[in-house]
């Protein structure tokens, strides 16, 4: 099989922790410029951004140099170009860091922060900020953990390295415990190994169980509960399917404290509404390094603080 030949490095340093976009131009079309293909391409951006973006000399090659407007349209050509952020509501909790060493930083990301750049959360992520805060522009997370869960994600220092992290992932050779608030029901019978198949459609909010071959298999073990109807549960999933702990523990009768997506969808709070998080966090992280062959056993800091005062949390 024909091995494809690798990027070439970006010319653009980062910005604010974010990488430059990187356009690759398609080997067919019938464009003639490399801007016409870029306006179409983007055409999301508004009307004469991209010109714009030329005028000004922000689109350059590989070089370095900006692309000019006119310049002819080359198949497998590379271009890059910084987007314009729009402004972010700053998530006000900080990104500790439990361990750190020449090949991985282990953060413990609080709840409302997103792992890495995705949609309108860009520079307000864990990997912007470790990124500018550490000095380290080659960060990057090996894998991700829901903006709305706290706890611990693992970041690769060295991008050469940064495969070998994934695929622990990919094969399930770490282990990861969570803990979480939900009602308590004491008709559950606990534990319990959950085993369903959960499917989420692109552009929609909720995942959904649907009928077929198990996909996402979840461990659902008791911690303690106590007389407001709360409990602490511990969650240990074999699998890592979009919203599976969620969505499990929504099936099972007890959804979790401050799920605003299940089991109903409420109204999308406003910027800078950082109440009632989400009662789960990513309490541990397990696994042999691929790199060292050390033995790596992580545990989080952060707490849930509808156990500690529910109260406090629900702002009563």
């Known amino acids: 099989m024909r091995r494809r030949t690798p990027a070439p490095p970006s010319p653009l340093p980062q910005r604010h922790g974010v990488d430059p976009v990187r356009v690759r131009l398609p080997a067919a079309g019938g464009w003639a410029t490399v801007r016409e293909h870029l306006v179409e391409r983007l055409s999301g951006a508004g009307p004469g951004v991209v010109e714009a973006m030329f005028a000004e000399g922000l689109i350059v090659g590989a070089d370095g140099q900006p692309v000019a407007p006119d310049a002819p349209y080359v198949p497998g050509l590379y271009v890059w170009f910084h987007r314009e952020l729009a402004p972010e509501v700053p998530v006000p909790f900080e990104v500790g860091v439990v361990y750190r060493d020449e090949h991985i930083l282990v953060a413990d990301k609080p709840h409302f922060l997103a792992t890495t750049p995705r949609g309108s959360h860009v520079t307000e992520t864990a990997l912007a900020r470790l990124r500018r805060e550490l000095g380290l522009p080659t960060l990057t997370a090996a894998h991700r953990l829901d903006r709305l869960t706290a706890g611990l994600v693992l970041f690769t220092v060295r ?70 109807g709360l409990a602490r549960y511990r969650l240990l999933p074999a699998t890592g399917q979009t919203h599976q702990l969620r969505v499990h523990m929504n099936a099972l009768g007890v959804p979790l404290l ?59």
Not at 193 to 214: D, F, N, W, Y
């Open 258 to 316: 401050g799920d605003p997506l299940y089991p109903n969808v409420a109204a999308p709070a406003p910027p800078g509404d950082f109440r009632r998080p989400l009662q789960l966090i990513a309490a541990e992280l397990e696994f042999t390094d691929p790199v060292t062959g050390a033995e790596h056993r992580f545990r989080s800091t952060r707490t849930l603080a509808a156990w500690e005062s529910y109260a406090d949390w629900a702002g009563t």
């Open 159 to 228: 991008p050469k390295e940064r495969g070998a992290y994934q695929t622990l992932f990919r094969d399930r050779r770490v282990r990861k415990a969570y803990e979480a608030v939900a009602p308590y029901d004491p008709a559950l019978d606990l534990p319990v190994t959950v085993r369903s198949r959960i499917v989420k459609e692109r552009g929609e909010l909720t995942a959904r169980e649907v009928p077929g071959e198990p996909n996402a298999v979840t461990r659902i073990e008791p911690a303690e509960h106590r007389a407001d």
